[in-house]
């Protein structure tokens, strides 16, 4: 019993047009389902939680126009393409070439000239955007802002203050001025969308408003070092009354020599002011760094650590001139090498009798 040939002229059912009836009426479900997808991928962003400053909330417009515009992309070209693998996929056993195609010219100009407006589009609206952002305001509020490994510190200028965690007023715009001491870092606030570069070469800028009260995280967002992950401090957003008390607190304790009972309590605040606590562990203070030798105990300890060398000098050499003796099992300029000149000779005192303390 001989096998059959296969003849390659075998009636086969007619391949579907590219462009019947049924094909027009999926590619108009398939656009008119991208479309509201899209729509309610940029309404209802379910990546973003909300933001608590004005700029925030721009750049979140920006983010969710984008998002649903790509979701108008990706459903679309999937959708069309799924539909043609499933429409026009060949017989079984069909193993012709093939229908030469030449292509339509006025569906290649529609697919050019649509994605050629829709970039052009984004790209005025996020120059909107980012201009808007950027505009200063008559009596905004300026904070300047010092990037160290690894620690934030903002000055007031107009009160002539420091800190060690940002305060900003609600509702009014603030300009921060940034510089770093040493290599690049980058602040970042989540909840403001807000991140810059931060150099030591050059001054930048950025502007918030804050327009929820709380208190929210600030990051570095630049690898900068061992101490990377521990630079970390907070930004207040507060009512304009409770920020001008925050602020005639600082200006009053500035220069005040605290009373005998209050100097732990000063040491205590010095400590983490200076951002000590980002590499050393203290219980005292709640300091749970790992980059430095641990300070628990520090008292005891001090003054056999170099002969000839009382406990006092020695903390104080520490601070001043870290690289001067290095603890086995830890590493040369980790620590600043300028708090001589950061901390006034009463701060360095009262760190040095708080650290003593430490037994």
Not at 28 to 46: C, D, E, V
Not at 154 to 168: G, M, N, R, T
Not at 268 to 282: E, M, P
């Amino acid at each position: 019993m001989s096998e059959q040939p296969h003849s390659a002229g075998a009636e086969q059912a007619p391949a579907p047009q590219a462009f019947d009836a049924t094909s027009k009426v999926a590619a108009w479900m398939i656009g008119i389902a991208s479309i509201i997808l899209g729509i309610l991928a940029g309404l209802f962003n379910p990546l973003l939680s909300h933001s608590t400053s004005a700029q925030g909330a721009e750049i979140d417009t920006v983010f969710s126009l984008l998002l649903g515009v790509a979701t108008v992309v990706f459903v679309l070209v999937e959708g069309v393409l799924i539909y043609s693998i499933v429409r026009f996929r060949p017989a079984p056993n069909d193993d012709s070439d093939g229908l030469p195609i030449r292509g339509n010219t006025r569906l290649e100009v529609l697919w050019t000239a649509i994605p050629a407006f829709t970039v052009a589009f984004i790209a005025v609206f996020s120059y909107r955007v980012l201009a808007d952002i950027d505009r200063p305001v008559p009596g905004e509020m300026v904070v300047e802002v010092t990037a160290r490994q690894f620690s934030w510190e903002f000055y007031y200028p107009a009160q002539d203050v420091k800190s060690d965690e940002l305060h900003i007023p609600l509702g009014k715009q603030v300009l921060l001025k940034m510089r770093s001491a040493d290599v690049i870092h980058a602040f970042w606030v989540p909840a403001f969308r807000i991140q810059e570069d931060v150099l030591p070469d050059r001054e930048t800028e950025a502007r918030i408003t804050g327009t929820v009260t709380g208190t929210y995280p600030v990051l570095c967002a630049e690898l900068c070092g061992i101490g990377h992950a521990e630079m970390r401090s907070q930004v207040v957003v507060q009512p304009d009354a409770e920020l001008q008390d925050w602020l005639r607190g600082l200006v009053a304790a500035k220069g005040q020599a605290p009373a005998a009972g209050d100097q732990m309590a000063a040491g205590r605040q010095l400590f983490t002011q200076y951002a000590c606590d980002a590499c050393h562990t203290l219980t005292d203070a709640k300091a749970t760094g790992q980059i430095g030798p641990k300070l628990d105990g520090i008292g005891n300890i001090a003054g056999s650590a170099v002969p000839g060398q009382s406990a006092e000098d020695f903390i104080r050499t520490s601070i001043v001139t870290p690289n001067e003796v290095i603890t086995k099992g830890f590493q040369p300029d980790i620590m600043p090498q300028d708090f001589g000149q950061r901390m006034s000779k009463q701060e360095l005192d009262t760190l040095v009798s708080y650290l003593l303390a430490q037994k």
